[in-house]
Nanobody, 115 residues
Framework: QVQLVENGGGLVQPGGSLRLSCAAS????????MGWYRQPPGKNRELVAT???????NYADSVKGRFTISRDNAKNTVHLQMNSLKPDDTAVYYC?????????WGQGTQVTVSS
């Protein structure tokens, strides 16, 4: 089992920045893939960004150039630096890890972008 704990969400004005962090614990060997997904109000969960253990990244078009995902393999953490935030970025953000082809999810952290 892998446990994921997110933090760093909150309320921010448009144009502002937030940094989300996700710490993995438990059976953390062979975690190949970690990433961030989000679920806006009334919508389905969607991919934001992912990063493999080798450092390969993938971003949703809507966040390219504004968000940066990074991973600290030694500390089993993944971060999402979010800049130039827009109201459309408002959502619950979830951390995901995949180990031996089994997905694990965090509990989610709310990000609200509003003036």
């Amino acid at each position: 089992q892998v446990q994921l704990v997110e933090n760093g969400g909150g309320l921010v004005q448009p144009g502002g920045s937030l940094r989300l962090s996700c710490a993995a614990s438990g059976s953390i060997d062979n975690i190949y893939y970690m990433g961030w997904y989000r679920q806006p109000p009334g919508k389905n969960r969607e991919l934001v960004a992912t990063i493999t253990s080798a450092g390969s990244t993938n971003y949703a078009d809507s966040v390219k150039g504004r968000f940066t995902i990074s991973r600290d393999n030694a500390k089993n953490t993944v971060h999402l630096q979010m800049n130039s935030l827009k109201p459309d970025d408002t959502a619950v953000y979830y951390c995901k890890a995949v180990r031996s082809q089994v997905p694990y999810w965090g509990q989610g952290t709310q990000v609200t972008v509003s003036s």
